[in-house]
């Protein structure tokens, strides 16, 4: 069965550091997207991209994040400048073009900022 | 008003018993209706999906909405130890692609 991957599984990363996470959506997949989960929280919409550009964002997103698609598979979340708030789960997710609002997640990518 | 709510639990109930899940949310958009598990620092997996109103059944899985009332609900039928999980509700408006609002989830223990 088809799966949304991540990686890393855990990144560790000092403050004021960039990082990118990296997903790989579902082969047939169209939408894509980025939530987070602070711990103990609920997970939390970040940003939605469809035909190569962002279709909706969140106030989380603000300038020192941004996501790209440099190929035909992999789908990033970069953050530019990390901040203590930013360790949290980061999760990817796509959904097909057809059909109900179905989003598939990957396993997730635990940040944490020193 | 928090725009989704679900009580945190824990909910423990013994192997075998219904598994009673629920949430309420106040957008009157939302058209989507999900539910996910989700175990200890993993991903959210899908479970079920409605759209509108009505019922849904899948195996032991059984997903109510109820637009009117702005009320969700999972039942769990013959529940086992696996099935301990945390269960989140999601929903999102009409419109393909639209984010998905989650509640904080349902931490669920069954017991053998």
């Known amino acids: 069965e088809p799966e949304v991957t991540q990686t890393p599984s855990h990144q560790v990363t000092q403050m004021g550091q960039e990082v990118i996470l990296r997903c790989v959506p579902i082969?047939?997949?169209?939408?894509f997207y980025w939530y987070r989960q602070i711990l103990g929280q609920k997970v939390e919409f970040l940003v939605s991209?469809?035909?190569?550009?962002?279709?909706?964002k969140s106030e989380i997103f603000d300038d020192q994040f941004s996501v790209e698609r440099p190929d035909g598979s992999n789908f990033t979340l970069k953050i530019r400048s990390t901040k203590l708030e930013d360790s949290a789960m980061y999760f990817c997710a796509s959904k097909g073009l057809a059909g109900l609002n179905t989003q598939y997640f990957g396993p997730g990518t635990r940040l944490t900022v020193l | 008003q928090k725009e989704v709510e679900q009580d945190p639990g824990p909910l423990s109930v013994p192997e075998g018993a219904i598994v009673s899940l629920n949430c309420t949310y106040s957008n009157s958009a939302f058209q989507y209706f999900m539910w996910y598990r989700q175990y200890s620092r993993k991903g959210p997996e899908l479970l079920m999906y409605t759209y509108s109103s009505g019922n849904k059944e899948d195996g032991r899985f059984t997903a109510q909405v109820d637009k009117s009332s702005k009320y969700i609900s999972l039942f769990i039928r013959d529940s086992q130890p696996s099935d301990s999980a945390t269960y989140l509700c999601?929903?999102?408006?009409?419109?393909?692609?639209?984010?998905?609002?989650f509640g904080g989830g349902t931490r669920v223990l069954v017991k053998p």
């Open positions: 999601a929903m999102s408006a009409e419109a393909a692609g639209n984010k998905l609002t």
């Open positions: 991209f469809y035909n190569n550009e962002i279709s909706e």
């Open positions: 082969s047939n997949h169209l939408y």
